[in-house]
């Protein structure tokens, strides 16, 4: 939990600052956060590189390794009924769209805008981002209460990039090794499942 209310305040410090016009240029340009979270990818990476083990980890699951993103497909056009049978306004089709996006908020926007709807897009973008957020925040309290594949689950596509220091840390280098090949496969769906569920 204060893992949690840590990251929560420095996004919020974050929101504070970037409002403010006094903020320096080069704090807003886009590349310092992106070479940022290269930064912390390279870590991440050579943490999981420094163990020797994790290769054997992979090889292991076998078969296994591969129901973590079938299942996250799976669960999340799940969640996405359920939110359709309560959002009795937006078509089902829309729900799906939405939800196919795992997190990967950039290009399910850009597909979802491109094929004529850019409301449906921008609605895309927030919930993607929700649920990015929603994974940094509460990885300590999914691995607590739900087990250490709930942050790999939560963080959809971002599990392996934006959301994996976050997994690793709470969980394991095993389970950053699970999240990345989870991830990996989710990143490649994204465009193919969205392009079907949108045509």
């Known amino acids: 939990m204060k893992g949690s209310l840590i990251i929560l305040s420095f996004f919020i410090a974050g929101c504070f600052i970037g409002h403010m016009d006094s903020v ?3 704090l807003l340009n886009d590349a310092l956060s992106t070479y940022t979270l290269y930064a912390l990818l390279f870590l991440v990476g050579m943490s999981i590189g420094f163990d020797s ?3 054997q980890i992979l090889r292991q699951m ?3 390794v591969l129901l973590v ?3 996250i497909v799976v669960g999340t056009a799940a969640g996405s009924l359920v939110a359709w049978s309560i959002i009795t306004d937006m078509p089902m089709r829309d729900v799906l ?3 196919a996006g795992f997190g990967y908020y950039s290009l399910s926007t850009v597909i979802i805008t491109n094929l004529g709807d850019p409301v449906l897009g921008s609605v895309a973008l927030l919930a993607n981002i929700i649920r990015e957020i929603v994974t940094l925040l509460c990885t300590p309290i999914l691995v607590r209460f ?3 594949l709930a942050p790999v689950a939560s963080g959809g596509a971002t599990a392996m ?3 994996l220091p976050i997994i690793v840390k709470f969980t394991s280098e095993r389970y950053g090794i699970v999240a990345v090949f989870s991830g990996m496969v989710l990143t490649v769906l994204v465009p193919f499942i ?3 569920i949108m045509t």
């Open 24 to 26: 320096p240029a080069w």
């Open 194 to 196: 969205v392009t079907f």
């Open 62 to 64: 076998h078969i296994k």
């Open 53 to 55: 083990h994790c290769w």
């Open 146 to 148: 739900f087990g250490k």
């Open 161 to 163: 990039d934006t959301t």
């Open 97 to 99: 769209a939405v939800g």
């Open 69 to 71: 993103p079938i299942a």
